[in-house]
């Protein structure tokens, strides 16, 4: 990992066609076991999770959660496009869930956590990331002085840059771990416009295209200097990634100062877009906690 950027693309160009392959193998390998192990996900629901969903019936409601005053801290998930918090989100509730089982005989303080079902197809990360905001402004009134983490992938990083972009005049600490983000859109939409026009997708088209020039305005509001609380920034990339083949473009270049922090991580090849957060996720969680105890 470096706290400079990373030319991914370069990198993998380096890459010999036996090596893409052998990759590309275990990357499939890796994504097939993860269908195989995610399915009992679908059927559960979180235990110890709060799950806030904007959709058609309800985007226009304002959903209030119950947030405790006793915790260390919160912690957010936000898939990607035609996702849903059953996948990731049942996990991190069960990582938590598991370790507070254990930690709670030492009279240890829960953690918030908040998953999302978000209507991606029909909404705009804006509009998305406003009612996000909001719910975790009201977490912060209650609770101030606490950090938040916000776990996200894919066009859920688009979300949640938006978020902490929103909360800059607030003093809080966020700490931000984006998988593949599409953070400048993916050249898949660029080539297949028409297509997706033509299946009534115009959102893909108007939010995912490569170079648009709202995802232009949310990158240069994240490399914007805060004059209150402080962010730290993870970006993990997979390399050829089949959904982003721009994959240099799934991370900001940020300039490090005291009140912002980034890290880059290494490529992994072994992994492809959906996937790789999940096998990555128990660690995050470990990470997460260490931030918000300290």
């Keep these: 990992m470096s706290n400079v950027p990373i030319n991914y693309e370069d990198e993998y160009l380096k890459l010999n066609p036996i090596e893409k392959t052998r990759y590309s193998i275990e990357s499939f390998k890796n994504?097939?076991?993860?269908?195989?192990?995610?399915?009992?996900?679908y059927f559960e629901e979180p235990q110890i999770s709060k799950v806030l969903r904007f959709n058609k019936e309800?985007?226009?409601?304002?959903?209030k959660i119950e947030w405790s005053t006793s915790n260390l801290g919160l912690i957010v998930y936000i898939h990607g496009l035609n996702g849903t918090y059953k996948t990731?989100?049942?996990?991190?509730?069960k990582i938590i869930r598991n370790r507070e089982n254990i930690e709670n005989k030492e009279n240890k303080e829960n953690i918030e956590i908040l998953l999302s079902e978000l209507?991606?197809?029909?909404?705009?990360?804006e509009e998305l990331s406003d009612k996000l905001s909001e719910v975790i402004l009201d977490y912060i009134n209650l609770n101030p002085g606490k950090k938040i983490v916000l776990i996200s992938m894919s066009n859920g990083c688009r979300i949640a840059s938006m978020i902490e972009c929103k909360l800059r005049n607030v003093d809080v600490n966020i700490r931000?771990?984006?998988f593949c983000g599409a953070y400048n859109g993916t050249i898949l939409i660029?080539?297949?416009?028409?297509?997706?026009?033509?299946?009534n997708l115009h959102n893909f088209v108007d939010e995912l295209s490569k170079d648009l020039d709202v995802n232009k305005k949310l990158i240069e509001k994240v490399k914007s200097k805060l004059s209150i609380g402080s962010r730290f920034y993870d970006f993990y990339v997979v390399g050829g990634d089949v959904c982003i083949p721009n994959f240099n473009d799934c991370y900001i270049e940020i300039e490090e100062d005291h009140n912002m922090k980034v890290l880059y991580h290494q490529m992994y090849l072994e992994y492809e877009h959906i996937s790789l957060i999940w096998y990555l996720i128990e660690d995050i969680i470990e990470i997460s906690i260490n931030y918000l105890k300290n």
């Design 190 to 199: 660029n080539s297949f416009q028409e297509p997706f026009k033509f299946l």
């Design 119 to 125: 209507d991606q197809n029909n909404f705009k990360a």
């Design 88 to 93: 990731i989100g049942n996990q991190i509730d």
């Design 58 to 63: 309800n985007i226009e409601s304002k959903q």
């Design 31 to 41: 994504l097939m076991r993860y269908k195989i192990d995610i399915i009992p996900n």
């Design 176 to 178: 931000l771990f984006c």
